[in-house]
């Protein structure tokens, strides 16, 4: 168990850039992603650590219709690849159909593209083949969106992928470590609830702070 929670994303990104450096060290190549909102600001602080470039993967939960918070899906975009990930689970136990699922996506697509279009502002994404890639995000709850960014980012053939968060539930982390591997968690409460719990301050991330952290962070690169 971590001794005592966050103060906020970027002291979690200092711990958990901290922990990556130690065990991984700075090597050569490596591209740090964030998933937004929140997941960018830890990320900028882990690429800092790392002394790599800092990028944004943009993301979007497929919520189900009547309760939006639980996630039935995710996708994720590099380049034009869209990548969809399904939570068999949810979708069992709500018995939602294919053509719900598939409106909910196509809205979550546009509402993806143009976060894209308003965080890069024109700019390519970071090329990620061939070199070590670090997903990183604010903590992991269900895990779908993050699951769907690993599926993303291994089409495009890194040479090492490694998914890194400060919190995450039990059950998160077991499906994560199964499908990607190598995943740096600093903590996952056997009493999990929400990734709020793992923060002091979890207020919620704007666009024009995401905007902001990558600007700064090509700034400093």
Excluded at 174 to 184: M, S
Aim: proline content about 5%.
């Amino acid at each position: 168990m971590f001794p005592q929670r966050f103060a906020d994303r970027r002291a979690a990104g200092r711990a958990l850039g901290a922990r990556l450096a130690t065990e991984a060290g700075n090597v050569s190549g490596t591209v740090v992603l964030g998933l937004p909102r929140g997941g960018v600001v830890v990320a900028a602080e882990v690429a800092a650590a790392l002394g790599a470039p800092l990028d944004v993967l943009v993301v979007r939960k497929l919520g189900l219709p009547w309760q939006p918070e639980l996630a039935m899906g995710a996708i994720a975009a590099v380049g034009d690849a869209v990548e969809t990930v399904r939570v068999g689970t949810v979708l069992d136990a709500a018995r939602v159909d294919e053509e719900t699922f598939d409106e909910v996506r196509r809205r979550e697509l546009l509402e993806l593209r143009r976060r894209e279009a308003a965080y890069r502002g024109g700019r390519p994404a970071l090329a990620v083949g061939g070199r070590p890639v670090v997903l990183v995000d604010d903590g992991l709850a269900t895990g779908a969106t993050m699951r769907a960014a690993v599926v993303a980012v291994r089409r495009q053939d890194p040479a090492r992928l490694t998914v890194a968060v400060p919190i995450a539930s039990p059950t998160a982390l077991e499906t994560l470590t199964t499908e990607a591997g190598d995943v740096v968690c600093l903590w996952a409460p056997s009493g999990f609830r929400a990734v709020g719990q793992g923060y002091q301050d979890f207020g919620e991330t704007t666009d024009d702070e995401v905007r902001r952290t990558l600007a700064e962070a090509r700034t400093h690169a």
